[in-house]
């Protein structure tokens, strides 16, 4: 067993990463680095309606909402995302994700450890 006490791994700005838009936008790494064979857990806040462009991962991607008032959108859904809820997003099917415009949104994303993300700018 491996403990991740909360404050672990610190939260780094991951703004200019080329998916993310838009304004401030932090990730911390909880479960990665090869911890875990089947997952990747990280925590990420968008900040003041920053968000992410359409992608799409070659895993399934879930994710869990912490605080704060975001949207995950896919090609024919927009879908107002909050703390508790969750959702699930299949391989293979572009989506974006972020908070809404104005406000703070933080979320966990859990991933398979080789999934790759292809990005789709505007």
Do not use: C
Not at 22 to 49: A, H, L
Not at 68 to 85: L, Q, W
């Amino acid at each position: 067993m491996e403990i991740v006490k909360k404050d672990q791994n610190p939260a780094e700005d991951r703004s200019d990463a080329p998916i993310f838009y838009g304004g401030k936008v932090e990730g911390r790494s909880i479960v990665g680095g090869g911890m875990s064979t089947y997952f990747n857990f990280n925590q990420v806040t968008f900040y003041n309606g920053s968000k992410n462009y359409f992608h799409e991962h070659t895993s399934d991607q879930i994710l869990f909402g912490l605080s704060g008032k975001g949207y995950v959108v896919n090609e024919t859904e927009t879908v107002e995302f909050e703390a508790g809820d969750t959702a699930v997003i299949p391989a293979g099917e572009k989506h974006w994700h972020g908070a809404q415009d104005g406000q703070d949104f933080s979320h966990i994303s859990l991933t398979h450890p080789t999934s790759e993300t292809t990005v789709y700018p505007d």
